[in-house]
T-cell receptor, first 112, second 112 residues
């Protein structure tokens, strides 16, 4: 298996622009998670889906952030409009029945 | 709510030294416990796990035993290598969604 796939690996954008991060989970996994990692705040869970349904989005920082999972093999995290404080590494992870999450390589986002 | 506490880092050791990174948890019920490792510039990798009391997880020379009586899951390795330098995260998961509660991470530096 190719593992969790994320794209792009790096994204540099200007403040105010829309950013879309993409994730393909491991085939057969039923849960998907979006995390953000920064030096200041460490690793934060933003939102997670179970069987494509959003279960808990309490970690989404603001209405500028939205996430979708239209099917079992694809999810997006969108930031609109982006701000410099959104600069971070964003990780997607997937899991099967709580047996441990497998993380993607991350997307390093820089907003100037 | 559920929580995980790890020893503060950084931990600096010489090659071939014995490693212990302490982890304790608070949880209702019987969570699964995990150790993840993050090498510089990479995503988190599942290192080992234990799903019930007295289970021992092991991988790549690392071990951790699920101790219900002390609510602990300490990570150990008998002889560390420079290549083990990374950030180590302890985590727990309750239920079958796979949602993880992470500790703050412990940085390990191994010097030749």
């Amino acid at each position: 298996d190719a593992g969790v796939i994320q794209s792009p690996r790096h994204e540099v954008t200007e403040m105010g622009q829309e950013v879309t991060l993409r994730c393909k989970p491991i085939s057969g996994h039923n849960s998907l998670f979006w995390y953000r990692q920064t030096m200041m705040r460490g690793l934060e869970l933003l939102i997670y889906f179970n069987n494509n349904v959003p279960i808990d989005d309490s970690g989404m920082p603001e209405d500028r952030f939205s996430a979708k999972m239209p099917n079992a093999s694809f999810s997006t995290l969108k930031i609109q409009p982006s701000e410099p404080r959104d600069s971070a590494v964003y990780f997607c992870a997937s899991s099967f029945m709580g047996q441990g999450s497998y993380f993607g390589p991350g997307t390093r986002l820089t907003v100037t | 709510g559920d929580s995980v506490t790890q020893m503060e880092g950084p931990v600096t050791l010489s090659e071939e030294a014995f490693l212990t990174i302490n982890c304790t948890y608070t949880a209702t019920g019987y969570p699964s416990l995990f150790w993840y490792v993050q090498y510089p510039g990479e995503g988190l990798q599942l290192l080992l796990k234990a799903t019930k009391a007295d289970d021992k997880g092991s991988n790549k020379g690392f071990e951790a035993t699920y101790r219900k009586e002390t609510t602990s899951f300490h990570l150990e390795k008998g002889s560390v290598q420079v290549s083990d330098s990374a950030v180590y995260f302890c985590a727990l998961s309750s239920g079958n969604t796979g949602k993880l509660i992470f500790g703050q991470g412990t940085t390990l530096q191994v010097k030749p």
